[in-house]
């Protein structure tokens, strides 16, 4: 049987290095291509350690048009999945063409690459944060977006609608995965996500505190109309998250596309506050976390949970690990570094 290749752009970061992982053992030939913009090149050792196969990777920027031309010349790729993205909302803020260059320069030449090199589609990472602040909960793939607060969520909108257009005039298909909010760590704490600086995102703010390389947690705001008063979000394992890329390969491959593009929410459908987290938190790890309310993030959407049951129907796709998963693997990854 013919063994198929997936090219993963984004293939060392924190979701990429974990689709890897289930690529490879599914039994997937994997090229990771990455330029080590946001990575580390030992997680590609402990993917091999992890997975005991080797995926092909190339050090390159995918907005060098000449060296992904290469690369796509020496191998037949079946399928793209395109990580590869600049990815901090407040950073995206303040350096707007950076994030309108990188994100969609590199969304650019893969569909140019895809078209010139016959490959049958390509998986697209979205974000929930095409919603912003979402007219109707859960959210489904229906619900309109709101325009966008920063350049980041911005080039997630105009990453969709291109595929939209451009696929509707090609033969290959593309599939958008709208991630809600990715925690988590592989179980056997070898990958995980590596966040440069002070983090901005909830999780590794959490297990930081928790660690003591930070002082305090802030929650952001204590006076949302939810239950606790504190922010709802859908967190979802990133090794759930993971194994969607996989069902959205297989649908490419199998041919099961309805439409030239489609879009998916990847999300639990499961809404957390923030005080139900910290609270998770203490009681699956037995450690205690110093915290105190602040003020309201701007930007911050008061709820925002998916639902899922598009993905479950037509990707045969649901997520399987709960809350205290994803809580004991993020504390087990942040444990293992020594930094
Ligand atoms: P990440 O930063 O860990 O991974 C992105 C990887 O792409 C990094 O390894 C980086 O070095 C690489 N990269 C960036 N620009 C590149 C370029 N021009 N050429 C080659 N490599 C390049 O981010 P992640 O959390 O794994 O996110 C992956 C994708 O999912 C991104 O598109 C992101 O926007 C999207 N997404 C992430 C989240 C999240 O919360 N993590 C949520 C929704 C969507
Ligand atoms: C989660 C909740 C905060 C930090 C972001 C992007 C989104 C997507 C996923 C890429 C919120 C609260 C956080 C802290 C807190 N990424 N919080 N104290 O903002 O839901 O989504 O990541 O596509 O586009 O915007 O995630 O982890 O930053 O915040 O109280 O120190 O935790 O207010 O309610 P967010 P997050």
């Known amino acids: ?62 907005c060098d048009l000449a060296a992904m031309s290469k690369i796509f010349k020496k191998h037949q790729v079946d399928v793209v999945i395109h990580f590869a993205a600049f990815k901090s909302v407040g950073e995206s803020v303040e350096k707007p063409l950076l994030y309108y260059q990188n994100n969609l320069i590199s969304l650019l030449n893969i569909l140019q690459l895809i ?46 609608e291109i595929l939209e257009k451009v696929c509707d005039a090609a033969s290959f298909h593309a599939i958008s995965l709208r991630y809600f909010n990715p925690v988590g760590a592989h179980e056997t704490a070898l990958i995980g996500e590596l966040p440069k600086g002070i983090p901005n995102n909830l999780f590794p703010y959490v297990t930081q505190t928790a660690k003591g ?27 759930d998250l993971a194994k969607a890329h996989l069902a959205a390969c297989r649908r490419i491959i199998n041919q099961e596309c309805q439409s030239s593009s489609e879009v998916y929410n990847i999300g639990t459908g499961k809404g957390t506050t923030v005080l139900e987290i910290i609270k998770q938190f203490e009681a699956t790890t037995g450690k205690s976390l110093t915290h105190q309310i602040g003020a309201r993030r701007p930007g911050d959407a ?15 796709w649901k997520a399987t690990l709960n809350l205290k998963d994803m809580i004991q693997s993020s504390w087990a990854w942040e444990n293992s570094l020594n930094h």
Do not use: W
């Open 213 to 239: 390389k930070l002082a305090m947690l802030t929650v952001f705001g204590d006076d949302y109309n939810t239950v606790d008063g504190t922010c709802v979000r859908d967190y979802i394992h990133v090794v």
């Open 302 to 316: 008061e709820a925002v949970y998916a639902d899922c049951s598009k993905a479950e129907k037509e990707l045969l």
């Open 1 to 62: 049987m013919k063994q198929e290749t997936v090219l993963v752009t984004g293939g060392l970061g924190y979701i990429g290095s974990h689709t890897v992982v289930e690529l490879l053992k599914a039994g997937y030939q994997v090229i990771v291509v990455d330029n080590l913009s946001n990575s580390e090149h030992f997680i590609l050792d402990r993917i091999i350690r992890i997975t005991q196969k080797e995926p092909i990777f190339y050090q390159d920027d995918v």
């Open 115 to 160: 078209q010139e090199n016959s490959v049958k589609g390509l998986v697209f990472s979205s974000s929930a944060t095409v919603y912003g602040e979402p007219d109707e909960l859960p959210a489904t793939e229906e619900t309109p977006f709101k325009k966008a607060l920063s350049a980041y969520g911005s080039t997630k909108q105009m990453g969709e």
